[in-house]
């Protein structure tokens, strides 16, 4: 799953959540559809568990490549190691919102009075996240930048 399209997913969950816990209607199944939501939570937690060991697996190769005389080489191999653990930070955070997020529901499922303060706990992890991703977001997109303009330099310096 796509970095993009699991933050949306994630996002999108936890505005779910955030309408289930804020809502005073009664908890019945019909009208809150926990069990699905919490059920597609662990399911996604589930993901971001094998992605983020995948992802430990690619950096474990880059740490290993031996080093390059070449220094645009060797940079293009330091920018990718770093997006690499840039991209394993953010699903990494997006796990500890997700487990966050389930705490969160199973304590109301089992104390529905306990919803304000959880609704106030949630908002203010969302506020948050959304700011923390956003930072990965424009960090991420630095190295992206850094790394087509060093490859650049690499193609131009073989083709002379």
């Known amino acids: 799953m796509s970095m993009l399209r699991m933050t949306n997913v994630f996002v999108l969950l936890l505005t779910?959540?955030?309408?289930?816990?804020?809502?005073?209607?009664?908890?019945?199944?019909?009208?809150?559809?926990?069990?699905?939501?919490?059920?597609?939570?662990?399911?996604h937690i589930a993901e971001l568990t094998i992605n983020i060991e995948k992802i430990s697996d690619r950096i474990r190769f880059l740490r290993e490549v031996?080093?390059?005389?070449?220094?645009?080489?060797q940079e293009i191999r330091n920018l990718d190691l770093r997006g690499?653990?840039?991209?394993q930070?953010?699903?990494?955070?997006q796990l500890?919102?997700?487990?966050?997020?389930?705490?969160?529901?199973?304590?109301?499922?089992?104390?529905?009075e306990e919803k304000?303060?959880?609704?106030?706990?949630?908002?203010?992890?969302?506020?948050?996240f959304k700011e923390t991703?956003?930072?990965?977001?424009?960090?991420?997109?630095?190295?992206?930048?850094?790394?087509?303009e060093t490859e650049a330099k690499l193609i131009e310096q073989y083709l002379r």
Do not use: C
Not at 66 to 71: A, L, N, R
Not at 98 to 112: I, S
């Open 84 to 87: 690499w653990e840039l991209h």
């Open 66 to 73: 031996p080093d390059s005389k070449d220094p645009l080489i």
């Open 89 to 93: 930070e953010q699903w990494k955070l």
């Open 16 to 43: 779910l959540t955030m309408g289930i816990i804020g809502t005073s209607l009664a908890a019945n199944e019909e009208i809150h559809p926990l069990p699905s939501i919490l059920s597609d939570i662990e399911r």
């Open 96 to 112: 500890e919102g997700l487990r966050f997020t389930e705490g969160l529901l199973r304590k109301v499922q089992d104390h529905p």
């Open 133 to 148: 991703m956003n930072d990965y977001r424009q960090q991420r997109t630095g190295i992206e930048v850094l790394r087509i």
């Open 116 to 128: 304000p303060e959880a609704l106030q706990a949630w908002l203010g992890r969302l506020k948050d």
